[in-house]
């Protein structure tokens, strides 16, 4: 039987760790089903070049009309364009710890917030994944205390959660900004050549989804959305551990620092972590009566 292709765009950087979650997927995938699909994994300048005519496009409009069949985007993206739920995910300090969040994610709440995204953008979510779990700062100077924050800039956000978090820290936007949140397996494609130091202040999480076309989807048996539910569930687990172990080798490996150009990496004191938990509590506070049905309360209670 010819095997069914599906077009899986990237549009995120770096490339090589959204590679590794479609190709994860493609393995789960064929296993699950008896070796129906071929992954087309395509980069974004690929997409472009092979498929339309070396024109830019919008890769969620691109799933949307069913041109590419599956990618995986930033939760904050999907926010931005009108899955406004998935702001919440983003909130300072919502997730104890991993198995929180995992709990959330995987659970009613996750659900709930997919059929949010569903009924805003028209495509279906598979699952959550991580761009390197836990936020860090990167800065053009070291930074031992909250106050070190002050007066910083960050450059302009969509968001209205950042935007109210960098305000509460006292920072400013400009074009030329000194910080930027990241994550350490994002940090060299995010950080600019002057934000050399960086401070693990694992304030919010950083959030993937993997989506896939409407229609596709309702063109699957009932077998095999389940296949697809069940593998891309597995692999987000898998990329979501090795995520977190991807930050913490960069973390303990001055070799991966020196390649990356971090100049220093340092961790709150526990002091100065809860002074920064302190003024962002308020910001969680405000967008918690932003959200319907008690989202916030019941993501910080599950």
């Not at 805003?120 to 106050?147: E, P």
Request: net charge negative; charged share 25%; hydrophobic share 35%.
């Amino acid at each position: 039987m010819k095997k069914q292709t599906i077009k899986w765009l990237l549009f995120h950087e770096p490339a090589e760790l959204f590679i590794r979650t479609a190709e994860h997927f493609g393995k789960e995938i064929n296993r699950l089903t008896g070796d129906k699909y071929e992954i087309e994994i395509l980069k974004l300048d690929d997409y472009n070049n092979k498929y339309n005519n070396g024109k830019a496009c919008d890769p969620l409009q691109e799933l949307e009309q069913g041109r590419v069949q599956m990618s995986q985007l930033y939760a904050n993206t999907l926010a931005e364009t009108d899955a406004t739920d998935f702001f919440a995910l983003a909130l300072p300090f919502l997730f104890r710890d991993h198995d929180h969040c995992a709990k959330v994610l995987e659970g009613e709440i996750g659900d709930e917030l997919m059929t949010h995204l569903h009924d805003r953008l028209h495509v279906k979510g598979l699952s959550f994944t991580y761009s390197g779990g836990y936020k860090c700062m990167a800065t053009d100077k070291a930074i031992t205390s909250v106050d070190d924050l002050q007066d910083m800039t960050v450059n302009h956000r969509q968001s209205p959660v950042f935007t109210e978090m960098f305000k509460a820290l006292g920072m400013t936007t400009a074009d030329d900004a000194n910080v930027v949140q990241t994550t350490l397996p994002r940090y060299h494609v995010e950080a600019s050549p002057s934000q050399t130091h960086v401070t693990n202040t694992q304030h919010s999480m950083y959030l993937t989804t993997i989506l896939m076309n409407d229609g596709m989807w309702n063109d699957l048996s009932v077998d095999d959305q389940l296949n697809f539910k069940e593998a891309a569930k597995i692999c987000a687990r898998a990329e979501r551990i090795k995520s977190v172990a991807d930050a913490e080798e960069i973390k303990n490996d001055a070799s991966k620092q020196a390649d990356r150009g971090i100049e220093t990496i340092g961790d709150l004191s526990a002091e100065e972590q809860s002074k920064l938990q302190a003024k962002l509590a308020p910001v969680t506070d405000k967008f918690a009566k932003y959200f319907g049905n008690n989202l916030v309360d019941r993501i910080r209670k599950s």
